[in-house]
T-cell receptor, first 108, second 117 residues
């Protein structure tokens, strides 16, 4: 079983929709979690990180961690075509472990 | 915010030649840098972990004699692809680990697209 699993998509939503991106992890030895956004042919950029269970909000983005179910989520409100990218979740314990990424397309 | 640069952003080379890619942390010191490669529509694949002043740790299946990594300073790591072949054509991305108030964050460079003809 991979340490971090993520549905690769692709996921297509209409502009303005709420997007839910999810990851599961198998190893409880972690410190915190991160979400990265990667546009085509660009390096990933850090969107958000969170240390503990619960929600963390930053503008249209909300990161959620549920330690009991080993589930992490990223919600995007009022999605825009510019949000079209691949979203990678990652966890940090002794090292960084990345999920495979979910390709998101927001259609105008 | 922390910035990581890579140079060059795009390179074409002939089969059999060597190519060097630089990764720099511009406004912070990075004791650890990572090198990834990414094929089209695939996720990042960690190639090696580079610690300043010591030998890099390579992931299983990555040839250390082919992908030479040097981390000579706290702000610079280089990846040299030796005797490049067309199958080495890929997107190479570095990242640098920063430590802020006891927590770790990882910042990525913009990537280098290598095409071997």
């Amino acid at each position: 079983q991979k340490e971090v699993e993520q549905d690769p998509g692709p996921l297509s939503v209409p502009e303005g929709a709420i997007v839910s991106l999810n990851c599961t992890y198998s190893n409880s030895a972690f410190q915190y979690f991160m979400w990265y956004r990667q546009y085509s042919r660009k390096g990933p950029e850090l969107l958000m990180y969170t240390y503990s269970s619960g929600n963390k909000e930053d503008g249209r983005f909300t990161a959620q961690v549920d330690k009991s179910s080993k589930y992490i989520s990223l919600f995007i409100r009022d999605s825009q075509p510019s949000d079209s990218a691949t979203y990678l979740c990652a966890k940090y314990g002794q090292n960084f472990v990345f999920g495979p990424g979910t390709r998101l397309s927001v259609l105008p | 915010g922390a910035v990581v640069s890579q140079h060059p952003s795009w390179v074409i080379c002939k089969s059999g030649t060597s190519v060097k890619i630089e990764c720099r942390s511009l406004d912070f010191q990075a004791t650890t840098m990572f090198w990834y490669r990414q094929f089209p529509k695939q996720s990042l694949m960690l190639m090696a972990t580079s610690n300043e002043g010591s030998k890099a740790t390579y992931e299983q299946g990555v040839e250390k004699d082919k992908f030479l990594i040097n981390h000579a300073s706290l702000t610079l790591s280089t990846l040299t692809v030796t005797s490049a072949h067309p199958e080495d054509s890929s997107f190479y991305i570095c990242s640098a680990r920063a430590v802020w108030d006891g927590s770790y964050e990882q910042y990525f460079g913009p990537g280098t697209r290598l095409t071997v003809t």
